[in-house]
């Protein structure tokens, strides 16, 4: 089968089209036809081995795909790696059925990015109906479904930030209430006069850096920010505990695979709850570009220069 993969850690350069024999599924695992894999922002930390859990080469990359089981199933799923290839080997519990009428961006839109969303609002900051959601990255796959989450579930005002005024657009499209560009000087100032001269309670944060330090300066009394990521690969400055203390501030941070240490099926419960979103048209997901498998290098290369919007996908077949 053809597939990406990786001999040497890297950046984007070392993604290369290869012949690879077939995975094979063992007990417990469905050997899936890939019809479309998802790229995602952390495709291009396990290229270079920054990832949060450690990569081994050789290594062909891709976390999720859509597609067909040898019984005819058409799932979504999560599959770790191996995603970037015709043929993809996923776990049993970690395979969902996809409803009728679902394509395959939305999909695979729901899988990573609409379950991060999902959890970040019910789970990490607990959204109360009225309060102020400020969504960074607000055109990004997680962020333009956070957007949208936060308006179907009752926020008092949306804030989204994007660093172009098409990207910023598109926010605004998408339910927010105000766009910011995150380059402002005074970012805190900013995102406190686009919520009317108030603090916000809840910022979804994935960039890291100063952006981060002044969105923590942008906290009402018990405001909450919830990370997801590090885009700009730049840590933020230390927080001391007497700096939560001054507005009562929570900090957390979430990782997509700690749900399945949750009890319950915490997952099957957001994609339910987010099809059934899809279904009643109040949440779509934002188609970001295709690419063919050939493509995979410049896929990694718009992603990292911040050049996309929504959800990328691959296409194994081409």
Request: charged share 20%; glycine share 12%.
């Amino acid at each position: 089968m053809r597939a990406i993969q990786i001999t040497e850690f890297g950046g984007p350069e070392v993604l290369a089209v290869a012949e690879l024999p077939d995975p094979v599924a063992g007990p417990g695992h469905l050997l899936v036809e890939v019809s479309r894999a998802g790229i995602n922002y952390a495709d291009t930390h396990q290229a270079e081995n920054s990832y949060l859990t450690e990569a081994t080469l050789p290594l062909v990359p891709g976390g999720e795909v859509v597609g067909t089981t040898a019984g005819g199933r058409r799932v979504v799923a999560l599959v770790g790696s191996g995603g970037y290839a015709e043929r993809a080997v996923a776990p049993e519990p970690l395979a969902w059925d996809v409803p009728a009428g679902i394509d395959d961006v939305t999909a695979l839109g729901m899988i990573i990015q609409g379950a991060s969303a999902w959890l970040l609002l019910r789970r990490s900051v607990h959204l109360a109906p009225g309060e102020s959601v400020v969504v960074h990255a607000a055109a990004g796959g997680v962020g333009s479904l956070a957007v949208q989450l936060a308006r179907a579930w009752g926020a008092g005002r949306v804030i989204a930030t994007a660093s172009s005024p098409d990207k910023r657009a598109l926010a605004l499209e998408l339910g927010a209430d105000a766009a910011v560009d995150p380059a402002e000087p005074d970012l805190t100032a900013a995102l406190v006069e686009a919520n009317e001269g108030r603090r916000v309670d809840v910022v979804l944060e994935m960039t890291g850096g100063a952006v981060t330090d002044q969105s923590l300066r942008a906290l009402a009394p018990f405001g909450r920010l919830a990370f997801y990521g590090i885009a700009s690969r730049q840590e933020p400055a230390p927080v001391r505990p007497a700096a939560l203390l001054t507005h009562s501030a929570t900090i957390a941070g979430m990782w997509l695979p700690h749900v399945f240490r949750l009890p319950g099926d915490v997952m099957g419960t957001a994609l339910d709850e987010l099809f059934g979103l899809v279904a009643a048209d109040r949440l779509r997901v934002v188609g970001g570009g295709e690419y063919g498998l050939a493509e995979a290098r410049r896929a990694h290369e718009d992603l990292r220069a911040r050049r996309t919007t929504g959800k990328l996908v691959l296409d194994p077949s081409r």
